[in-house]
């Protein structure tokens, strides 16, 4: 079994990002990263976010409103991100507080600077198989880290646990897309689909995306397949100062042995979303700046 180091790809990245923003003249790429409230989770995934982006020599504007904004007041903000020519790739963190609606906030982002990649125009491009659009992070990272593993989807029956428009749907689209490193046959099953096990079987590359601790197991999978553990979940656990511990969808002890490759939780997938962010913002910046 090959273990698929998500920390070692990610730094690959980031190092060859690096190289790229030192080579530009003038004004550097700059991201908007906007946090709405104190969520535990953000402010340590912002900080992460903003620390990668100073390492590639990205410019980062931490934009803070209190979790009281209204959902008007947000996308006034955003419009004026959206017209400010020196920035470049706008985040909104989410989850965003229950009185806003996500979806909406996501809309309104100019899919130009939606280097999150949750806009509508920016997941049609998916489909279309258009590259001057953004992919969201997470399902970027996984198809960077089977590319850069050696993995070809070509021919390969790719199962997606996960049909959500943050990482089931839009990877199970760039599996199937009609270009190098894709051309997988996909199938997607979520929480109706019946006798799981059966399809996860089939599978030559799983990519697991549910949300539920250690859920994958030996049983549910092929000897040899390539199995790609995209969740991050909270398990309690005394022997932690935390009094939890991270771990994936999949349960690693009993599946490593059976895969030919696995990415680890934490330290496979999750890595991988960040350097994904820091690309899409270098790309925004190069379609701003030749526009
Ligand atoms: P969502 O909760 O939005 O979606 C979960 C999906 O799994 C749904 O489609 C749901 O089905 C399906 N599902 C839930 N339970 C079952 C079940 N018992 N059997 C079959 N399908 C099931 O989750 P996300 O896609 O946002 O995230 C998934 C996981 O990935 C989470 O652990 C999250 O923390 C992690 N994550 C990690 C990231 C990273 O950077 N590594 C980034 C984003 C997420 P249905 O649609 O029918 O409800």
């Known amino acids: 079994m090959d273990l698929i180091d998500?920390?070692?790809?990610?730094?690959?990245?980031?190092?060859?990002?690096?190289?790229?923003?030192?080579?530009?003249?003038?004004?550097?790429?700059?991201?908007?990263?906007v946090r709405v409230g104190e969520d535990p989770a953000s402010v340590s995934y912002v900080k992460k976010k903003e620390k990668t982006a100073a390492e590639i020599g990205i410019t980062s504007r931490v934009i803070l409103p209190p979790v009281t904004i209204t959902q008007e007041e947000l996308f006034a903000l955003l419009d004026q991100l959206n017209a400010d020519p020196t920035v470049d790739g706008i985040l909104v963190q989410s989850p965003l507080p229950k009185h806003i609606d996500e979806v909406a906030v996501f809309r309104r982002v100019s899919a130009a600077k939606d280097v999150d990649g949750f806009n509508t125009l920016n997941l049609g491009k998916i489909a279309q198989e258009d590259p001057t659009g953004f992919v969201a992070c997470t399902p970027a990272g996984i198809m960077e880290l089977l590319a850069r593993s050696g993995v070809d989807l070509k021919g390969k029956h790719v199962v997606v646990l996960g049909r959500s428009l943050i990482v089931g749907k839009p990877v199970a689209l760039l599996a199937l897309q009609k270009k190098a490193g894709a051309n997988g046959t996909v199938t997607i099953c979520h929480s109706q689909t019946k006798d799981l096990p059966a399809i996860t079987r089939q599978a030559d590359v799983l990519i697991a995306a549910i949300g539920r601790a250690e859920f994958v197991t030996a049983d549910m999978v092929k000897p040899g397949a390539v199995v790609i553990d995209v969740g991050i979940n909270r398990v309690a656990d005394a022997a932690k100062k935390t009094g939890y511990r991270l771990t994936g969808d999949v349960n690693f002890a009993t599946v490593s042995p059976l895969a030919s490759k696995i990415t680890p939780v934490p330290g496979g997938v999750g890595p991988m979303t960040v350097a994904m962010l820091m690309k899409n913002t270098v790309k925004a910046y190069r379609l701003q700046v030749a526009a």
Not at 6 to 33: D, F, H, T, W, Y
């Open 6 to 33: 998500g920390n070692q790809v990610a730094a690959a990245i980031i190092a060859e990002l690096k190289a790229e923003v030192a080579s530009l003249r003038g004004r550097k790429p700059c991201i908007a990263l």
